[in-house]
């Protein structure tokens, strides 16, 4: 179980069009992912979802707030004991092109972390060459093809599922995956996914899922829970399906609403939102982040801070002064 | 329509022409040279743009499609070399046939073309605004202020602050600045024929949204010929009037979009659209394609390009390439369809 508890980070950054001075990657964010859960970062880019994802797998500091990872508070260890902690959480990149030495086999990949597992566990040699083939059976891939080759000479799937095996080599309870298909060949993303959704089956790993795409977080954690982030903050959390399928916050509604619909398959939800401007033009910090952007902004939004909480008998959590079922999903067209 | 002819005093045949031009692409074939010696990326490619309308061209990486895009141009690169067939368009003739100062004047003025990754794609060590200059002097453009306007209207057009994006450099853009800029290069010289290479890829919905609505609005307002090729269906579904879905260097088939997604013909269309998630009903009908695309080197010379991936594979699709054969409005290339199709008909009689 990892827990984040108000989680702050500021960037700072010089000049451009884009405005500069800081930017307030997150501000205050609790997040929860518990063993063998899925939990889903879903917002724009800029949103904050990748800062969040690095922080909880200890490859970037925080401002302020509190991690645990299994009961143990992250700040009360020297950095040298965290270790072994964040070992347990590992990240799988976007770009599986750069994510391996392109130096070296995928034998080398695996077995140079597995024989630091070997020590650490007290393991035979023998155990090293063993498990680098079980590992690569259990990403779906043939050991005797996979071990002797270079990177280059694996397709772009075949590569993830490389990174993937070795980030399995530590045996981690979580697997951090950001946007971790949106490289990968089409026919070939799906593969990728199920893999993803199997091992938290076959090994109850837990999977932080981040990307832009709802629907991929849908077929990975369909039982998990979608944090929805603009500007650093959750404004909408709860169930995947109960989001996607009566989002409240317009936020929510504006990301479901641009994804495409497949014309001649579905039909448009009827009430899709459209946000004002762009993120990155959006400074305001007043009120309801998201107010000057929101259609349905009123008075209030501006001079009042929502909360993350419930209202009302709407099961999920949102932070929307005026929270609304509004349907902006495709539906499927009826089929003659 | 913001026109300003003034801006494009130079040009022949550009100065007279408003309308729409219609594509022909008839027979197209471009090999690349390789030590296992030439190896087709795009094979006897048939494809009509109607004027004024949006094809979609989707494939995976290595179907050719980015191949098939520069060809619109004559922009094959060594070692890739056309090497057989035309790309017929309307008031620039066969652009397969231009050399040298032809084709670099065609470019540009006829053709405007957005390039993969657009976001990377400018001169991190000048301005947008003198970039644009570049353009218009190497277009031999007279009145440069009249560029720079009309570049400030488009940018106005889609949501930009023309001003401040011509005096900006690409490091104080965003991605979905960078992909407008891009649009904006492609349209400033008054071009009728617009392709975009993967124009949405690499950003995230909202921005994706808005730059395909930008497509479509300036794609009608100013009366294009438009080709957009992407690996993301939901891209052409939001976007393109016409699909033609390419595999291993053929199109294997096309039609009106609706129609191809609403009640797909070819295995490997069914396969592709079966492979996204979606957001409502089962999502465990999604189903993964088996298997992984061709390379270059890796494509079959004889036969049905798509038969390893293939659930209908026949006899026949190891020897002979499947002819594309016309249902209404679609084009199909596939011989398990048409067995099923002459079955069908079979029985009818």
């Given at each position: 179980?990892?827990?984040?508890?108000?989680?702050?980070?500021?960037?700072?950054?010089?000049g451009g069009v884009l405005g500069?001075?800081?930017?307030?990657?997150?501000?205050?964010?609790?997040?929860?992912?518990?063993?063998?859960?899925?939990?889903?970062?879903?917002?724009?880019?800029?949103?904050?979802?990748?800062?969040?994802?690095?922080?909880?797998?200890?490859?970037?500091?925080?401002?302020?707030?509190?991690?645990?990872?299994?009961?143990?508070?992250?700040?009360?260890?020297?950095?040298?004991?965290?270790?072994?902690?964040?070992?347990?959480?590992?990240?799988?990149?976007?770009?599986?092109?750069?994510?391996?030495?392109?130096?070296?086999?995928?034998?080398?990949?695996?077995?140079?972390?597995?024989?630091?597992?070997?020590?650490?566990?007290?393991?035979?040699?023998?155990?090293?060459?063993?498990?680098?083939?079980?590992?690569?059976?259990?990403?779906?891939?043939?050991?005797?093809?996979?071990?002797?080759?270079?990177?280059?000479?694996?397709?772009?799937?075949?590569?993830?599922?490389?990174?993937?095996?070795?980030?399995?080599?530590?045996?981690?309870?979580?697997?951090?995956?950001?946007?971790?298909?949106?490289?990968?060949?089409?026919?070939?993303?799906?593969?990728?996914?199920?893999?993803?959704?199997?091992?938290?089956?076959?090994?109850?790993?837990?999977?932080?899922?981040?990307?832009?795409?709802?629907?991929?977080?849908?077929?990975?954690?369909?039982?998990?829970?979608?944090?929805?982030?603009?500007?650093?903050?959750?404004?909408?959390?709860?169930?995947?399906?109960?989001?996607?399928?009566?989002?409240?916050?317009?936020?929510?509604?504006?990301?479901?609403?641009?994804?495409?619909?497949?014309?001649?398959?579905?039909?448009?939800?009827?009430?899709?939102?459209?946000?004002?401007?762009?993120?990155e033009?959006?400074?305001?910090?007043?009120?309801?982040?998201?107010?000057?952007?929101?259609?349905?902004?009123?008075?209030?939004?501006?001079?009042?801070?929502?909360?993350?909480?419930?209202?009302?008998?709407?099961?999920?959590?949102?932070?929307?002064?005026?929270?609304?079922?509004?349907?902006?999903?495709?539906?499927?067209?009826?089929?003659? | 329509?913001?026109?300003?002819?003034?801006?494009?005093?130079?040009?022949?045949?550009?100065?007279?022409?408003?309308?729409?031009?219609?594509?022909?692409?008839?027979?197209?074939?471009?090999?690349?040279?390789?030590?296992?010696?030439?190896?087709?990326?795009?094979?006897?490619?048939?494809?009509?743009?109607?004027?004024?309308?949006?094809?979609?061209?989707?494939?995976?990486?290595?179907?050719?499609?980015?191949?098939?895009?520069?060809?619109?141009?004559?922009?094959?690169?060594?070692?890739?070399?056309?090497?057989?067939?035309?790309?017929?368009?309307?008031?620039?003739?066969?652009?397969?046939?231009?050399?040298?100062?032809?084709?670099?004047?065609?470019?540009?003025?006829?053709?405007?073309?957005?390039?993969?990754?657009?976001?990377?794609?400018l001169n991190p060590?000048k301005t947008v605004g003198r970039q644009l200059?570049?353009?218009?002097?190497?277009?031999?453009?007279?009145?440069?202020?009249?560029?720079?306007?009309?570049a400030?209207?488009?940018l106005?057009?889609?949501?930009l602050d023309g001003a401040r994006v011509l005096d900006s450099y690409q490091h104080e853009l965003s991605?979905?600045m960078r992909?407008r800029v891009?649009?904006m290069?492609?349209?400033?010289?008054?071009?009728?024929?617009?392709?975009?290479?993967?124009?949405?890829?690499?950003?995230?919905?909202?921005?994706?949204?808005?730059?395909?609505?930008?497509?479509?609005?300036?794609?009608?307002?100013?009366?294009?010929?438009?080709?957009?090729?992407?690996?993301?269906?939901?891209?052409?579904?939001?976007?393109?009037?016409?699909?033609?879905?390419?595999?291993?260097?053929?199109?294997?088939?096309?039609?009106?979009?609706?129609?191809?997604?609403?009640?797909?013909?070819?295995?490997?269309?069914?396969?592709?659209?079966?492979?996204?998630?979606?957001?409502?009903?089962?999502?465990?009908?999604?189903?993964?394609?088996?298997?992984?695309?061709?390379?270059?080197?890796?494509?079959?010379?004889?036969?049905?390009?798509?038969?390893?991936?293939?659930?209908?594979?026949?006899?026949?699709?190891?020897?002979?390439?499947?002819?594309?054969?016309?249902?209404?409005?679609?084009?199909?290339?596939?011989?398990?369809?048409?067995?099923?199709?002459?079955?069908?008909?079979?029985?009818?009689?």
């Amino acid at each position: 179980m990892i827990t984040g508890q108000g989680i702050t980070k500021t960037f700072r950054q010089r000049g451009g069009v884009l405005g500069g001075r800081e930017v307030r990657a997150l501000r205050g964010v609790d997040v929860a992912i518990a063993r063998g859960g899925a939990v889903s970062f879903i917002g724009e880019s800029g949103c904050g979802k990748t800062t969040l994802g690095r922080i909880l797998a200890g490859l970037e500091s925080h401002d302020s707030g509190e991690i645990t990872i299994d009961g143990v508070s992250m700040a009360s260890l020297r950095p040298r004991a965290r270790r072994p902690y964040f070992r347990r959480i590992q990240l799988i990149h976007q770009d599986p092109y750069s994510a391996l030495n392109p130096t070296r086999t995928v034998h080398q990949a695996l077995t140079a972390p597995l024989a630091l597992r070997a020590r650490q566990t007290g393991r035979p040699k023998g155990w090293i060459d063993e498990r680098a083939a079980e590992l690569l059976g259990l990403v779906g891939l043939d050991p005797g093809y996979a071990l002797p080759r270079y990177p280059h000479q694996l397709s772009g799937g075949m590569r993830q599922r490389v990174v993937i095996a070795r980030a399995l080599t530590v045996d981690p309870e979580v697997l951090v995956a950001d946007e971790a298909v949106s490289m990968i060949d089409v026919s070939l993303r799906l593969g990728i996914l199920a893999l993803l959704r199997d091992l938290r089956e076959r090994l109850g790993v837990s999977v932080l899922f981040i990307t832009h795409d709802v629907a991929t977080a849908r077929y990975i954690g369909g039982d998990g829970e979608l944090y929805v982030i603009y500007r650093g903050q959750v404004v909408e959390r709860g169930p995947v399906e109960t989001i996607i399928s009566a989002p409240v916050h317009p936020y929510t509604q504006a990301l479901l609403s641009a994804i495409p619909v497949l014309h001649g398959l579905e039909v448009p939800g009827g009430q899709a939102v459209t946000p004002v401007g762009a993120l990155e033009e959006d400074k305001h910090d007043a009120g309801c982040l998201f107010a000057r952007r929101c259609p349905f902004a009123t008075g209030r939004c501006t001079a009042e801070v929502p909360v993350l909480g419930r209202t009302g008998d709407i099961p999920q959590e949102h932070a929307c002064l005026h929270p609304e079922r509004r349907g902006v999903v495709a539906m499927p067209a009826g089929r003659a | 329509m913001p026109a300003t002819p003034s801006a494009i005093p130079g040009g022949k045949t550009a100065s007279g022409e408003r309308t729409a031009p219609g594509v022909r692409i008839g027979g197209l074939t471009v090999v690349y040279r390789t030590p296992a010696g030439e190896l087709p990326a795009v094979s006897g490619v048939d494809l009509d743009l109607p004027p004024g309308t949006i094809t979609g061209v989707v494939g995976e990486s290595g179907s050719g499609k980015s191949t098939l895009a520069l060809s619109l141009l004559n922009a094959v690169q060594p070692p890739g070399r056309i090497s057989a067939g035309s790309v017929e368009i309307d008031g620039l003739g066969d652009v397969v046939a231009l050399r040298g100062e032809d084709l670099r004047r065609a470019r540009g003025r006829h053709v405007g073309y957005v390039f993969q990754a657009a976001q990377n794609s400018l001169n991190p060590l000048k301005t947008v605004g003198r970039q644009l200059l570049d353009l218009g002097r190497s277009h031999g453009v007279g009145d440069l202020r009249a560029l720079v306007r009309e570049a400030g209207d488009l940018l106005g057009r889609m949501g930009l602050d023309g001003a401040r994006v011509l005096d900006s450099y690409q490091h104080e853009l965003s991605g979905g600045m960078r992909q407008r800029v891009g649009i904006m290069f492609a349209l400033v010289l008054n071009a009728h024929l617009v392709v975009l290479d993967e124009p949405t890829t690499a950003l995230d919905m909202i921005t994706q949204a808005t730059i395909l609505r930008i497509i479509r609005e300036v794609h009608e307002e100013r009366g294009l010929t438009t080709l957009v090729i992407t690996h993301d269906l939901g891209v052409v579904a939001e976007v393109a009037d016409r699909l033609a879905v390419m595999y291993g260097g053929r199109l294997v088939e096309q039609g009106p979009t609706r129609q191809v997604l609403g009640d797909p013909r070819h295995p490997y269309t069914r396969g592709l659209i079966q492979a996204i998630p979606r957001l409502v009903g089962d999502i465990g009908e999604a189903r993964a394609l088996p298997g992984r695309p061709p390379t270059l080197a890796t494509i079959p010379a004889r036969g049905c390009v798509f038969r390893e991936r293939c659930p209908l594979r026949m006899d026949v699709c190891e020897s002979e390439h499947p002819p594309a054969v016309a249902h209404g409005a679609r084009l199909v290339s596939c011989h398990a369809v048409e067995a099923v199709t002459a079955g069908a008909r079979k029985e009818q009689a």
